[in-house]
Structure formats: structure tokens, C-alpha cells
């Protein structure tokens, strides 16, 4: 205790003047920081230092046995509890009732690791990886390139689904091993219980994205993503808001650490984006944004009109996995494709302006158009508009369960009335909130941030709980 109260002595200006200790009370406060008080030179030179500890749910101050050596003898201090006073959270003092707390945090992590590894099936997955590992060292495996490299993500995903699984168990082995031997330690050691804390509290962030994951089971789901963003209704307030989302899109990629390109934009007279396309590269890219396909409604005052009125606009979100061309098994008859070429406009000089370097491709039975304009040379950027085509075409087979791209008519965003999927209110209040899963929040800033998280788990639970029903 000693070296507690020396810790926080502090100099003369932060003293508050008593008069009479006898009546002091300290409220039911959480553990703080110390504050200091003076004794008046009349008790400091009849009796020793004393040092007064306030205790949370405690009536009362209790004078410690131990005299302590302060540095005035006319300005003694008696350090109590203070709610307001500032102390860095790394020097801050762990009461007992943090150390409680963080046991049982300790052991409800524990039990969720424990759940989450008897339900992935761990002999399963070794047995499997086994069985992979044994095809793989077969003569004839290299036979069939696209089925061998097939394998090989496979057993890939499945060895890291065992090393993310191990990982788990260390961590909640090494949080135990600290509260264990903090319990058996006369003293408290701080910094120990705050690296439990910190183990904790980013083993069960790590424990959300893994269940999270486990959601996603659609064919496409472990890709990148190719997010379409279209201003709809509302002139140029609506493209604005298309240029918001553009940037809520790449920082929520980049929070993810995801390699994130805008590949195309389109500007708009005014301000704002006509549309604009971001490519996604990363691990499930594809399966966590798949959710935010449809129509996004904005609702705030127009900083575009002079009586600043209040503006609802839309604009459509699409979103496609980034599949590698080899991946792409689908044929589309050439009379089924209208494709035009036009300059590229922007920047770029002579071949950008002056050629016909960008391809705009329609698939005239469904009426799915994509555009291509990033790359230098019309032949690439017709096989890439190409390849976007077909990574369209493949996710609205899966979604309407057509056997034939022939047999799909239509699934266009609408970016219109009665079509948003969430609704962005700026004013007279601020609130988001997910038409279809009731998801809301009113922090607003945060997720025009890319703070996004909140709304893909939710919808990802409404789509597994809607399958299952199903």
C-alpha cells in the first residue's frame, strides 16, 4: 500500500483545503484514482501521518496501520478515492473487484472457445486433412490442373481452420495462467491482469470473426468483391451520396486490411459520382458485402439547395465476386452481347482522351451492362468487362437457382422509392437502420467511417436463420 500512495503523491496546486476529517464519506463509487487533501498544521504536529483509504461500497475512512513519510510536516495528505481524478489507465490502480471481473471473463471466454472447437469438429477436419493429403501425393493428381488446384485450397483452408482453432486455446490458456497465478501472489501485479485483459478482449473479437465466417457457406462467399455504386433518384444530391458510400466502401476495406482500388468513376456535372466501381481483394471480401446489394436512402438537408431543405436521395449498391479468369466455366453466345467502345475521358494523355479505349458490354437477355475503362488498351479492358460480366451472370444464377444464364431475367438494382435496403437519416435526427433486419444505431459518423461490422452480422444471422426456415 505503500508504494501505492507514494505513487500518487502530488504537488502543492492540487491540494484541497479540509478542515474537518472526522465527517468525510466516501460515496459507492467504482475503483479511481487518488486524490489528495492536507491535514491542518495543528494535527500535523500533535499526532503521526495518517492515510485515509476509501474502499468502493464503503461508508466510512479507515486509517492504515502503517505511518508513512510524507514529504511536508505541516501539509500531511490523506489520499482518498476520487471518481474525477485523471490517472493514466496504465498506471491505474486494479481493485479487487476488476480482478473478479476479469476471472469471470476469463472462464465465459474460456466456455465459448471450448463451444466453438467441439462444434468444428476437430477429428473430422483432421481426418479430412488426411484424406486430402493423401490425394495429393497421388501420381495422376496434377492430371486435372483446375480439380488439383481445387484440392489444395481445400486442404488449405482446412489447416488453417485447425491453426486458428489452436490459436484460440493458447490464448484462453494464457489468460488463465495469469488470473491462476495472480490468485496465488500475496500482491497484485498490474501489468499482468492488464495483459489478461487485453488477451480477452481481442480473443473474443477474434472469436466473433471466426463464427461470423461460419456463416458463410455460398460458393462465392470466400472471394473478393467488385462493389457497382449508381446514383438513382435525387440529381445531385443523389450523386454526392453515391460519392459518400464510394468512400464508407473503401474505408470499411481498408479497416479490414483488404486491398481496395477504384477502378472506375464516373464524375458528375456538379459534384459527386455518377457511379464508380471498387474492386475488394481479400479473404471472404465477397461473402461479408454480398449484404449490401440493393438500395441505400439518404434523408438530410441538401447542402445543394439554397434554402437548405431537407433532400431524400438514392443510390444502388451491386455487388459481384472478383473470380479469376480460369474460374470463370461460363459461356456466353456472342449474339447474346451487344458491346461498345467510347474514350475513357479523365486523365491519362493522348491514348486515354483520343482512342476508343473503353468497352461497355450488355448481356441483352437478362440486361446486365458493366463498363470497362481502367485499362490502357481496348482488348483488356474487353476481357475484363468480360470476365465481370460473367461473375455477375454466376451470382444471379445462384440467386434465382437457374440451371441456364438464358433463364435469368433480370435483377437490377432500382435505386428508387420503396426499394431501400437501409435508410441513412442525417436530419432532424440521426439514425441508421436496416430495413430488413431492424438493425439501427445512431452513430452515424462512425458508419459513414466504415464502421460497417454491426450491419453484415446482422444481416449475415438474418440470412442463416431465414435459410433455415426455409
Known amino acids: ?181 495472480t490468485e496465488e501472489m500475496e500482491s497484485t501485479d498490474t501489468a499482468l491482469l492488464e495483459e489478461a485483459a487485453t488477451i480477452v478482449k481481442e480473443l473474443n473479437k477474434a472469436l466473433d470473426k471466426f463464427e461470423l465466417s461460419q456463416l458463410l457457406s455460398g460458393p462465392y462467399d470466400k472471394e473478393g468483391a467488385v462493389i457497382n455504386i449508381t446514383a438513382g433518384a435525387g440529381g445531385t444530391d443523389a450523386q454526392d451520396w453515391a460519392d459518400m458510400l464510394l468512400r464508407m466502401y473503401v474505408r470499411w476495406g481498408e479497416r479490414q486490411r483488404y486491398k481496395t482500388r477504384v477502378v472506375e468513376k464516373s464524375m458528375g456535372e456538379e459534384a459527386g459520382i455518377k457511379s464508380a466501381t471498387i474492386e475488394v481483394e481479400g479473404r471472404y471480401a465477397f461473402g461479408y458485402l454480398s449484404g449490401e446489394k440493393g438500395t441505400h436512402r439518404i434523408v438530410r438537408q441538401s447542402p445543394f439547395n439554397s434554402k437548405g431543405l431537407r433532400q431524400t436521395s438514392f443510390s444502388g449498391v451491386e455487388v459481384m465476386p472478383l473470380l479469376p479468369e480460369d474460374s470463370l466455366n461460363v459461356e456466353i453466345p456472342e449474339e447474346d452481347l451487344q458491346i461498345g467502345f467510347s474514350r475513357a475521358g479523365g486523365s491519362g494523355g493522348q491514348n486515354v482522351n483520343k482512342v476508343e479505349t473503353a468497352v461497355r458490354i450488355t448481356h441483352i437477355p437478362t440486361g446486365v451492362t458493366v463498363r470497362c475503362t481502367e485499362e490502357r488498351s481496348q482488348l483488356a479492358n474487353k476481357i475484363k468487362a468480360l470476365s465481370r460480366l460473367k461473375a455477375k451472370l454466376l451470382v444471379i444464377a445462384v440467386e434465382q437457382r437457374a440451371s441456364e444464364i438464358k433463364q435469368i431475367r433480370g435483377d437490377a438494382v432500382k435505386a428508387d422509392w420503396g426499394q431501400q435496403i437501409r435508410n441513412y437519416v442525417f436530419h432532424p435526427y440521426k439514425l441508421v437502420k436496416d430495413v430488413r433486419t431492424g438493425f439501427e444505431t445512431t452513430d452515424i459518423v462512425s458508419v459513414m467511417d466504415g464502421e460497417l461490422d454491426p450491419f453484415i452480422k446482422a444481416y449475415l444471422r438474418y440470412k442463416y436463420t431465414e435459410s433455415m426456415s426455409n
Not at 500512495?5 to 478542515?19: E, G, T, Y
Not at 464519506?25 to 499526532?47: F, L, Q, V, Y
Not at 495528505?77 to 473487484?97: C, I, Y
Open 1 to 181: 500500500m505503500e508504494s501505492v500512495v507514494h505513487s500518487f503523491v502530488s504537488p502543492p496546486d492540487h491540494r484541497l483545503q479540509s478542515q474537518n476529517f472526522s465527517a468525510m464519506r466516501t460515496s459507492s463509487m467504482s475503483p479511481s484514482p487518488i486524490a489528495h487533501r492536507s491535514i491542518p498544521s495543528s494535527r500535523c504536529r500533535a499526532e503521526k501521518p495518517i492515510v485515509a483509504a476509501a474502499f468502493p461500497y464503503s461508508h466510512s475512512v479507515f486509517p492504515l496501520s502503517t505511518p508513512l513519510s510524507l514529504p511536508s510536516p505541516c501539509h500531511s495528505k490523506v489520499l482518498f478515492a476520487r471518481p474525477d481524478a485523471g490517472v493514466n489507465s496504465e498506471t491505474g490502480v486494479w481493485a479487487m473487484q476488476d480482478f473478479y471481473s476479469l476471472r469471470k471473463d476469463v472462464e465465459a471466454t474460456s466456455k465459448r472457445v471450448e463451444e466453438i472447437r467441439a462444434s468444428a469438429g476437430l477429428e473430422q477436419l483432421g481426418e479430412e486433412v488426411a484424406k486430402l493429403e493423401k490425394a495429393t501425393g497421388s501420381d495422376s493428381f496434377w492430371d486435372d490442373r483446375s480439380s488439383a488446384q481445387q484440392t489444395l485450397m481445400a486442404l488449405t483452408d482446412i489447416k488453417d481452420k485447425m491453426n486458428l482453432l489452436k490459436e484460440f486455446q493458447d490464448q484462453i490458456d494464457d489468460a488463465e495462467t495469469i488470473v491462476n497465478l
